[in-house]
Every structure is written in C-alpha cells, then in structure tokens.
C-alpha cells in the first residue's frame, strides 16, 4: 500500500520495526490506556535494539544513529501498532538530542550508552503551568552560588515525568534561555502526575526546589539554549508526522476491511458512492503526506535546522491530514467505529494530540507562512 522507493539500507530497520511490531501486539490495548511505563513494552523495545538509533555510533549507536529516514521508519511502524512503544522509543533521541549536540564529553559517556540501550529512559522539560507555545516566558531559573547551579521552577506535562532517569531542562538566566542535565535522583526533584488525558501518555509534573547542579551540568553555551531546543525540534517533528502516517494507515486499513465486507442496500459499503469518498480522501491524504514527512526527513539528514520549515510542513500536513482520516474511517464504520478500546477509537483518541505537541498547527503555521513571504520574489 505504501510506494515510497527508499535506499535499500533500510530494508532492515524496516523488517525489526515490523518484527517489533508483532512483539507489541498483545501488550498495545492495556499499555495505551496506561499512564506509567509498560513494562513488557519497555523491555521488547530494550531487547530490539531500535533505541540505539537515538545516539550516535560513538557512543553506542547503530549505524543509521540519529538518521531521521530511519526514526521515521521506526516511528511509522510502531505508532501504527501501540502509541505507548512509540512515544518511548521517540522520548529516547527527544530528551538526549541536546546531548549528543550540546553535552560534553562526560556528559556523553554518561548517558548516552545507557539511553541507546534503554536503561536510562530521557525526558525534554520545557513547558510550565503557564509558558506552552511561549518558551520564552518560563520562569524555572538556574542562579549560580559558590560555582554551583541552583535550580528552582515547576515544568508540566512532561513526557516520562518519574520514569526519566533525567530531565533536559530549559531555564531562565541572566544570560537568556539555557538548558541544563538535571539527574532525576537529585535531592528537591518531586514528580507528580498530570491530569489524564484522552489518550493516556505517561505525562507529569517536575518541581525542582532548590536543586543543586555543578557547572558542568549546563548543555551547550549559557543563553543559547533555545538553539538546541529548535534543532531537536526540527528533527523530532518528522517524527511526530511519520508517526501520524504510521496511526492513519491503519485507521485506513481497518475502515477499508469493513467497508470491503459490510453490505447495506445490497451492495459492500466500498462500492457506495460517498464511502468510497471518504476512503479515496483518506488514502491521497496518506499518499502525499507520506512523501512529504520523508522528504522532510531526508532533507534533516544533512541540516536539520535549516530545513526547520519543512519539519514544520509535515508536521502540519501529516497530523492535520491524520485527524481527517480517522475521523472519516470511524464514519465508515458506522457503530463498530465507536467501540471502545477497538482499534479505530482508539486511532481517533489518539491522533488528537499531535496537533497540539511539539509545535500546535497555529504556531506552525505563522513560521511557514513567514518562510513562504521569505521564498517567493
Ligand atoms: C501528550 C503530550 C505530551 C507532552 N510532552 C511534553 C514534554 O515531554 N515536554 C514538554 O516540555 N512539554 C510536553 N507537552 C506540552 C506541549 O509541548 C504543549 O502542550 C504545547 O507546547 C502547547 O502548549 P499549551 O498546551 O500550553 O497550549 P497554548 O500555548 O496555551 O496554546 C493553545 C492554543 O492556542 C493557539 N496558539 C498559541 N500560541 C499561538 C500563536 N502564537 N499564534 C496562533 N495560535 C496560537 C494554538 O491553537 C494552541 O493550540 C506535552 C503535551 C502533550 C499533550
């Protein structure tokens, strides 16, 4: 179903994804209504291997480490099959990005191996209570005292919150916006959970009251924090699409079987006209936002920052498209498409998210449209 003509380096990233895949498949209803780590999901993940991808090969990575072709393969795969596998595997390279980027040598032989191998699970702390799309109005601040970092401030909605072993952390300073390796065991670290929401995701509160850090637990220069945020971003939001291309491909798959075997008015639903519509819409929606997310990705390949704009395209395309098609393929089946923990309503909870995290499609949409004004004479 899918017509994409990639490198034949690939063809095994794409075979574990699967493998991978069919490991999930009896844990994926019980670990998606869950809000603290699966277990059996976690350690399926460990033993793939996939995880290695997020770190460089000089630090444990595999050979296509940190390529966004290969995340996106995996992310495809995984969210396609249970939301909870996928969101581990993508928070490994979200949380660890500025260090490969920004982190010293010792910060990187800390903790670089161990998210590869999925012994340390990461977490990227940058929204409060009130600063969401507006990172630069937070308010969790580092002050230094005696050559130490004291850091105080309240992050929320953080994915992995009490799982993460740590929290790349963006702070407020005399210098500007930076960001910080906090240890999750470090004394003044509460972690709470957060509200729980229609798609359950291990999501919490972090406190930090008082923490003390050494200097060296900065990443990156002072007040140049925000850098490192936009290019884990710029990688990480192709990801998120692939991921919605991976969720409406089986939505698409599961609506069109009923479709092809459901009959009413003495025909299948696939052969009335408005039916075959919606499947049409859905699959041309699929179609093109699949080439546009690995279009994306190929082009983050060599420069993820630069091509941030079209991170942000596919992005925007690839989970608006997706909210579209499962929408469409609950109405395809009719009352089946509404039951609860099936596999459609549970892509329609879902899809809905993505819209919102790691850029909303409003916030996308004024930087693509400024880059357009840029690009056009
Ligand atoms: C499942 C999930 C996981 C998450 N994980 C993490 C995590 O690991 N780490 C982390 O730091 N955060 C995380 N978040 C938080 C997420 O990053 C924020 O929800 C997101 O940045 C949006 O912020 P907000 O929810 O405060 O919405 P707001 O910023 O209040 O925006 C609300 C709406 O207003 C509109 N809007 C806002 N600003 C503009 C603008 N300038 N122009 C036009 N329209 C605008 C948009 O429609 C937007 O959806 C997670 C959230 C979810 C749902």
Redesign the pocket.
Known sequence: MAFLQLDHRYDDIIERARKVTTQLSPLSVTADNSNSIDEGVAEILRDSGLMSLMVPASHGGSDLALDPVAICLVREALMGECSHAD?LFA?QG??SFAITHGGSADQQEQWLPQVGAGTALA?????EPV?????KSITTNVTTKGGDLVLNGH???????GAAAFYTT?VKEDAGLSLVLVPADLDGITTTPSPE?I?P?V?GDVVFDNVVLPESARLGEPGRGLNLVLSTLATFRISVAAASVGLGQTALNEATRHARERTQFGRPLNRLGPVAGLLADSWADLESTRLLTYRAAELAQHDPLEHIDHSSLAKLAATEACCRIVDRCVQVMGRWGLIRDSRIERCYRQAR?M?????????L??GISRRLSQEVD
């Open positions: 969101s928070l979200i949380g977490g990227l702390a940058l929204t600063a969401g799309s507006d990172l992050k929320s909605f953080i994915s992995n919150a963006l929401l798609a995701h999501l998210p819209r919102i995290y790691e850029g909303a499609s409003e916030v949409r004024l």
